[in-house]
């Protein structure tokens, strides 16, 4: 059923209902009445459950035709409130429309409150807490994704999470309508509560290990997370649920011994089964339910069930019984990597481990090893990065987080739940037990052999690295186990499909919105042109999306760091490219408020194999004057010219004609200023003679960008024009072949890419 699923999942888009849903009683009898159909029977159920439930979510997403629409609506906090520095986020599902909304009660949304432009406080975002009901003015957008080599998929992230548009509060009359009652709210007072009792650089992770509530940290706090493998014990994890299922247990049978006439009532085994769930499933509401602790709960239910019915049930039965639980109740669980890295990493130790009881020494150290290995494959193709120091973090954090600090922020909770006071001593003995580890952690993260970045890898190479991670967990004595690792070589080191050969060229234009970074790639020599935007509320697509492109596409060395001039468009990801990936250089135009290590100057040029670069504008003397000082690069390949205009004006371009008109002519063009009506002079169009033209705009940009004369201009001179906001990264080669063209939204299309 589960293959079923992710097969629906894959598909580039969605199935006729009619069908799916004639296939679901069908396939629900053949189940129960034709054992030898089975198995296709099971594949079809989850096929149609995965196609139905991603169309029920996508038909109701806010139509893309319809963003930046402003609407007054009211509705209910669901989860924790994330405040940060100058904006809060939060879900809202909406529970009273007016008559002209009623298509909207029952979405969900996900909202971005931030403070005023002039630097205030906005006083009524600071009073959002969990449950609240808030009447507010919100400008919709419909949940969309940057196309780039590994890039973060934030569609497939709200159809997972289930969120049919993103929210921004307008100017305006917001009001609160009612306070919050039941768990949310109380997990949101709790969370206060630890902030006002543990210093500030401990509570963000008392919270965290208490309640699952993570707003409190920051990025680098996640960074040192993802480089030493310990994110899935930050939060809530399933070894912390089933400790808690443990504790309880042991306490009903120590209650059970104490009491003798109890097992009159409730037999000791099914008495502990039952106090195992219970604490389970308690934690876990306190902890939000995320994945890995309802796939603990429903693994302590199977057990639960079956000592109630006096039945024997295995790891395996359990795991699959929880598996099958999980994918009716929500089979777009399938989305999410903590689906996989949980139920993986449970079977892989139910694969691999002894059934016997182990000593706890050799028992941690080996099933360190097992995940270790069972989970690489499955980390590289998800995250693209393999952690180096994963594994010995893992064996410190494991024991003292999961064995002192987690118990302490529990106890806290059981105390302070009891009277008001009662547990902030346990919360501090927790954050103080919590400091050293995470120095420690720190000082292994910043290490240079901490974290091996790998190329995107095929699924493909992920099933063969698979089965190589169980051939090598096999028994020892079975022979020829080390030959696995052959298995490993597709996804440790995949096919780059760099230049072959002298004189061939590969282009990158990436998906940054309204903004610019383009890769060039020669055989041996790679050049960054921009490094994307920086907003002002704090995204930075040097560190969202250039970086991880160029780990996606296996760059390890920046031999050139061009910037085409000093906007935030275009420099505004510098810092966060400079410090992930150190460029051998840095240049730009001269007096750019950036720091830089050389200029761009008219006949300036270079060769990397067997590729010319050359840089045609701006001239000796020529005064910075932001737009117009860009950095012009000509790039000539064996097969064709490309030409990388960042934003200069029709001024400059009229300047080029006048210099050398034949310096111009190219097969690819960059479009200048991102298309505006300001560029793209009509001699200038014609005179480059180009094929292609790529505009790096945002999807829906307040500038209108690109121009629709401008695309007109472009298209009647002859040339193909294409819109990153429309095909996400656009590849470009020149080689063997001529010009070569991938668009990666259409080269990768998936279900939720539909627009709506």
């Known amino acids: 059923m589960a293959s079923g699923a992710g097969l629906g999942l894959l598909l580039p888009g969605l199935l006729m209902r009619g069908w799916l849903w004639l296939c679901l009683p069908c396939a629900l009898l053949v189940t129960c009445r034709a054992a030898q159909w089975r198995l296709p029977a099971l594949l079809l159920l989850g096929l149609a459950l995965a196609q139905l439930h991603a169309a029920h979510v996508l038909d109701r997403q806010w139509p893309a035709a319809r963003n930046g629409q402003t609407l007054t609506l009211s509705g209910q906090i669901i989860g924790l409130v994330e405040q940060q520095p100058g904006r ?31 630097g205030s406080v906005d006083a009524q975002r600071l009073q959002l807490d969990a449950g609240q009901s808030w009447q507010l003015q919100l400008r919709l957008r419909r949940p969309d994704s940057r196309h780039n080599p590994g890039g973060f998929d ?34 949101g007072g709790m969370s206060r509560r630890i902030a006002q009792s543990v210093p500030a650089e401990q509570a963000r992770f008392v919270r965290a290990l208490a309640l699952g509530d993570t707003a409190g940290l920051d990025e680098r706090d996640w960074q040192r997370l993802r480089v030493t493998g310990l994110t899935h014990l930050v939060a809530i994890s399933g070894f912390h649920v089933g400790l808690l299922g443990i504790v309880a247990a042991q306490l009903a049978w120590l209650l059970w011994r104490c009491c003798p006439p109890l097992a009159m009532w409730l037999p000791r085994p099914q008495a502990m089964a039952v106090a195992a769930l219970s604490g389970a499933l308690l934690y876990a509401a306190v902890a939000g339910m995320g994945l890995p602790a309802v796939r603990t709960v429903l693994m302590i239910a199977v057990v639960c069930l079956a000592r109630l019915s006096r039945r024997v049930t295995g790891i395996w039965q359990s795991l699959s019984l929880a598996l099958l639980a999980v994918l009716l109740v929500d089979p777009l669980a399938l989305l999410a990597a903590g689906f996989w890295l949980s139920f993986a990493g449970v079977a892989w130790l139910a694969w691999s481990l002894p059934h016997g009881p182990l000593p706890p020494l050799r028992g941690l ?78 000082w292994m993260a910043d290490s240079r052999w901490a974290l091996w970045w790998l190329p995107e890898s095929s699924l493909l190479a992920a099933a063969l690295a698979l089965l190589g991670a169980a051939w090598l967990l096999l028994p020892r004595g079975v022979p020829g186990r080390w030959l696995a690792l052959l298995l490993w070589l597709p996804i440790l080191w995949p096919q780059r499909e760099l230049p072959a050969a002298a004189g061939q060229l590969d282009m990158h234009v990436l998906d940054v919105g309204q903004g610019l970074a383009v890769v060039v790639r020669t055989a041996n020599h790679v050049l960054l042109y921009d490094t994307g935007p920086r907003s002002r509320s704090g ?42 990936i150190p ?89 200048a200023h991102h298309g505006s009506d300001s560029s793209s002079l009509g001699g200038f169009v014609q005179a480059t003679g180009a094929e292609l033209v790529v505009v790096s705009a945002g999807a ?24 990153t906001a429309d095909s996400g990264a656009v590849r470009i080669w020149l080689d063997g072949q001529g010009l070569s063209v991938r668009q990666r939204r259409f080269w990768r299309q998936r279900l939720w890419d539909g627009g709506g």
């Open 88 to 118: 809060s986020r939060f879900v809202l599902q909406v529970d009273r429309p007016t008559a002209r909304q009623v298509g909207m009660r029952g979405r969900r949304l996900a909202v971005v409150w931030s403070d005023p432009l002039d």
């Open 700 to 723: 829906g940009n307040r500038f209108g960008h690109p121009h629709p004369v401008v695309v007109r201009r472009w298209q009647h001179a002859g040339a193909e024009v294409l819109n």
């Open 365 to 442: 150290l080996a099933a360190q090893a097992v995940a270790s290995i069972g989970l690489l494959p499955l980390t590289v193709v998800l995250f693209g990065q393999a952690s180096l120091v994963g594994p010995l973090a893992n064996l410190l954090a494991i024991p003292w987080w999961s064995l002192v600090v987690v118990p302490l922020c529990v106890l806290g909770l059981l105390l302070e739940a009891l009277l008001a006071g009662a547990g902030q001593w346990a919360w501090r003995w927790a954050g103080q037990a919590f400091m050293p580890s995470w120095e420690l952690f720190g």
């Open 539 to 580: 995204f930075d697509a040097g560190a969202r999306i250039v970086l991880p492109a160029l780990h996606a596409l296996g760059v390890r060395r920046l031999d050139l760091l061009m910037l085409s001039h000093g906007d935030a468009d275009h420099a505004g990801g510098l810092e966060a490219v400079r410090q992930g």
């Open 154 to 187: 934030a569609a497939r992230h709200a159809l997972a999470a289930r969120i049919h548009a993103n929210a921004y509060v307008v100017p305006g009359e917001q009001s609160l309508r009612a306070t919050g009652r039941g768990l949310q709210p109380w997990r």
């Open 583 to 671: 460029p051998t250089r840095v240049v730009g135009p001269a007096g750019m408020p950036q720091s830089i290590q050389g200029s761009c100057l008219a006949g300036d040029h270079w060769q990397w194999d067997g590729v010319r670069f050359s840089v045609l504008h701006p001239g000796l003397h020529f005064p910075y004057l932001g737009n117009d000082a860009s950095c012009v690069l000509r790039v000539d390949s064996a097969q064709g010219s490309v030409l990388l205009t960042g934003d200069i004006s029709q001024v400059v371009e009229q300047r080029l004609l006048q210099q050398d008109r034949a310096a111009v002519r190219a097969r690819v063009v960059l479009a």
